[in-house]
């Protein structure tokens, strides 16, 4: 699974680890804890989130990196 893919999915507090590919997790304590949102991993807190949703997730994520392929 992907933290792209996935409901508990948040920026936290801000753009500066999206630009780096980081995303936070709305379910897990450790708010500070930033991890990959789009590479590969196991997560027993994972509910996929609408693609719809993973769609303009990705966008961002790339609008934020400054590698918008669209």
Known sequence: MRCVDCQHMTSGNGKEM???????????KENATYRSATKDKD???????????????????????????K
Request: proline letters at 3%.
């Open 43 to 69: 997560c027993g807190l994972f509910v996929a989130a609408p693609a719809e949703e993973v769609e303009k997730r990705i966008n961002w994520l790339e609008k934020q990196s400054g590698k918008e392929t």
């Open 18 to 28: 999206a630009k780096l590919g980081y995303s936070a997790c709305a379910k897990k």
